[in-house]
């Protein structure tokens, strides 16, 4: 069936150094494709989306990856800071389902640890 | 910057009662979901409403489970007779109709921070 999940619960990572949380996929007719992260007690935010048309998205301090031969969807976090710290998700939303139902399927969540 | 507001933060019931969670939207978007997240667990998606009426809804959302937009601002969600298993965070989002012009972030919805309902 469809799922959108996470390969490691928790990720610890130095100050400083770039982080890589990992996502896959399993639904082919997923096309859309998004992180969020949430804080402990706040709703998810937006962090950055990317299409299937291409396989990598930039931002501030964060790359996303999409390799669609193995379903694989990654986020790259560039010189993390304590405020990185929260669980990131991946969602993902096929278009073809077409019209209104745009609802997002959420993976799991990667707790992303910031040691100082 | 604008956001998603709800209300209350926690609601407190008693296994079998009536609650109404309470969303207010951004004010130019016109599309309005509602997902869960039981503790620890992923965020599920329960319902997406657009122009007065449901788009899409889970396996989740039964009949116990209702939508509504009263008014201009607020967007409900009504659970008629609560379980034990309702007992989660259950987030509002909203998200501003696509453009024409192929804005790319077609589908970024905006989150509320959740109420956290608790059913004894």
């Known amino acids: 069936g469809e799922s959108v999940g996470l390969h490691l619960p928790t990720l610890s990572v130095q100050e400083g150094d770039n982080s890589i949380i990992n996502c896959a996929y399993s639904?082919?007719?997923?096309?859309?494709f998004i992180w969020y992260k949430q804080e402990s007690g706040k709703g998810p935010q937006f962090i950055i989306d990317i299409r299937s048309n291409m396989d990598k998205r930039q931002g501030q301090r964060v790359t996303v990856l999409l390799n669609k031969t193995v379903k694989h969807l990654s986020l790259q976090i560039a010189a993390t800071q304590p405020g990185d710290s929260a669980v990131y998700f991946c969602a993902e939303h096929s278009t073809r389902r077409g019209g209104g139902a745009d609802g997002l399927t959420f993976g799991k969540g990667t707790h992303l640890i910031i040691q100082p | 910057e604008p956001e998603v507001t709800q209300t209350p933060s926690h609601q407190v019931t008693q296994m079998g009662q009536e609650v109404i969670l309470r969303c207010v939207p951004i004010?130019?978007?016109?599309?309005f979901y509602w997902y869960r997240q039981i503790l620890g667990q992923k965020v599920e998606f329960l319902v997406s409403?657009?122009?007065?009426?449901?788009?899409?809804k889970s396996e989740i959302f039964d009949d116990q489970f209702s939508v509504e937009r009263p008014d201009g601002s607020n967007f409900t969600l009504k659970i008629r007779s609560t379980k034990l298993e309702d007992s989660a965070m259950y987030f509002c989002?909203?998200?501003?109709?696509?453009?024409?012009?192929?804005?790319?972030?077609?589908?970024?919805?905006?989150f509320g921070p959740g109420t956290r309902l608790t059913v004894l």
């Open positions: 409403f657009y122009n007065n009426e449901i788009s899409e």
């Open positions: 989002a909203s998200r501003p109709t696509r453009t024409s012009g192929g804005a790319f972030s077609y589908n970024e919805q905006f």
């Open positions: 639904n082919s007719a997923s096309d859309y």
């Open positions: 004010s130019n978007h016109l599309y």
